[in-house]
């Protein structure tokens, strides 16, 4: 079989534009993730058509720039890999076009990547393959997602959210308080000087031993209470902060701690944008110590979206035959579990 490594992998389901270049043994030979935090700062989230219009003029510099810091040519380069979703349909296809093209016009094995199952196995990037079995918790902007991991691409999902995302609480809690988007960044730093008892607010348990998450009654909290009491500020905005990142912590701490026990697993995995929350990683962390827990996270870079969690994920399946069609198309509502371009 020809070499699939180095694989050049690509990022843009959502408001990063990002390359990177993954070695033989999982390692990050060079990587590049821009940012368009401050294109959608203005509008307080990000606006899609702006967002697809970043990444058209952004990609180019992105790639050579990422390989570049590989000290690789595009000739070096033996597969190509790009996020087929899910994310906004106007950014997946400006990643997953380029990265056809160059497929295409290099004549080289291609692989579309669900966006979920690179945030999964991120904690793994440097390791020539990851650790399995484990649990791994999947925490980001748009999903919350329990999930018993058998195998590259053998995946139980054992809960998910019926509302909210976990990063949605954080981003939605920090527009009512006022904060600037992205929501989690600002409670985060606030909620260092806060007082996390301060406030009284709901942990959506649902059932005790069921592994499904709420987080809308979490956010109908804080605006009931920012509609009695006004928005807080200064040392009460602190506080609030810490008591809104602890109340969402708290639930995916114990639905975790459930979900291990009932599958008799030691080996934990937090990832995604809010695994990179200070408070979620101190508690996550006492807890491993308690239950005799492994536990791992992706280092900080790949907590947040980034291209090298795509090219790790491409990579281990790349590494066993797979390969995607170069007519692939963009899949906004991809499902966790399903491997891009079957149903
Ligand atoms: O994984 P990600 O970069 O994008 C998606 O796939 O959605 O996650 C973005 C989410 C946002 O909701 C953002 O507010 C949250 O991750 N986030 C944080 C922190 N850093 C990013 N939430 C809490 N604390 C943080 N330090
Ligand atoms: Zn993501």
Known sequence: MLPVLPVL??????DETAASVIGAGGEVL??????????????GGVVP?????CHVEAIDPVVSEALERAGLQLDDIAAVAATAGPGLVGCLLVGLSYAQGLAVARGLPFLGVNHLEGHLLAPFIG???PDFPFLGLIVSGGHTLLVHARDVGDYEVLGETRDDAAGEAFDKGARLLGLPYPGGVAVDR????????AIALPRGMKRRDSLEFSFSGLKTAVWQHIDRDGVPEGQALNDFCASLQEAI????LRKTRAAAAQRGLTRVIVTG?????SRLRSAFAEAAEVEGWELRSPQLRWCTDNASMIGYAAA?????????????????SLRFGVTPGRA
């Open 127 to 129: 390791d020539a393959a």
């Open 49 to 53: 058509e702006l967002a697809s219009r």
């Open 30 to 43: 060079g990587e590049v993730v821009r940012s368009q935090i401050d294109d959608h700062k203005v509008f």
């Open 249 to 252: 912590v708290e639930v995916l």
């Open 9 to 14: 992998a690509i990022e843009s389901s959502c």
């Open 316 to 332: 281990q399946r790349l590494l066993r035959g797979e390969r995607s069609s170069l007519s692939l198309d963009a899949s906004p």
């Open 190 to 197: 606030l909620a260092q000087s806060g007082d996390s008892s």
């Open 273 to 277: 944008g809010v695994a990179a929350n």
